[in-house]
């Protein structure tokens, strides 16, 4: 079975601070996303990476940056909190020319 | 661009009675088309895909959904439901040109008994 991971499911952060949010897969998978989830918006990508050292902007990229520096982990940074980014930040995976999608259990994120 | 609209944010059905969820895409292309499910505080699961086959595509669980292209939907149904389908359903479009997905507003599922 495909495992996506991610390094926290609750994470309390302050107006300000740096966020790193690491996602790790284990299959080998090309394509890496990166989804915020809200009630009532559903899910919107915030950038994806199809290779390592690449990045393509999702549909809602400001303030958020991402990095991927080996193939199997995808990192989302927050270079500073907002309240506006409390939310389920949810990572996935997909192999190489394949749409379905594998996603990790989520980060709940809350900014105070 | 591609866009997802899913009819009905909750839809409430007893235990035993059919459950249909919808779901209508628009795609400047053939699409390949998903169902995912997520349980409270989980991310999401894939149900069932629709790649081109099939029009009739099996899932998990007892799902099933009918590509239609000439009304261009995919509607999720399972002809009983069972308490453990409460859950949150999302349908997704592929998205041309690149591997990516556009989701739906997802559609909560509540089991009565």
């Known amino acids: 079975d495909v495992k996506v991971t991610q390094s926290s499911r609750y994470l309390v952060k302050r107006t300000g601070e740096k966020v790193f949010l690491e996602c790790v897969q284990d299959?080998?998978?090309?394509?890496m996303f990166w989804y915020r989830q809200d009630p009532g918006l559903g899910l919107r990508l915030i950038y994806f990476?199809?290779?390592?050292?690449?990045?393509e902007k999702g549909d809602i990229p400001e303030g958020y940056s991402v990095s991927r520096e080996k193939k199997e982990r995808f990192s989302l940074i927050l270079e500073s909190a907002s309240t506006n980014q409390t939310s389920m930040y949810l990572c996935a995976s997909s192999p190489l020319g394949r749409y379905e999608q594998y996603f990790g259990p989520g980060t709940r994120l809350t900014v105070t | 661009a591609q866009s997802v609209t899913q009819l009905g944010s909750h839809v409430s059905v007893s235990e035993g009675a059919l459950v249909l969820l919808r779901c209508n895409y628009s795609s400047s292309v053939p699409p390949y088309l998903f169902w995912y499910v997520q349980y409270p505080n989980q991310g999401l699961q894939l149900l069932l895909k629709y790649t081109s086959a099939a029009t009739l595509v099996k899932g998990i669980n007892g799902f099933e959904a009918e590509f239609k292209k000439s009304e261009t939907s995919f509607h999720l149904t399972k002809p009983s439901a069972h308490m453990s389908d409460a859950a949150e359903y999302f349908c997704a479009v592929s998205d041309p040109g690149y591997s990516t997905l556009t989701f739906g507003k997802g559609t909560m599922l509540l089991v009565s008994p």
């Open positions: 299959m080998d998978h090309e394509n």
């Open positions: 990476s199809y290779d390592v050292k690449m990045k």
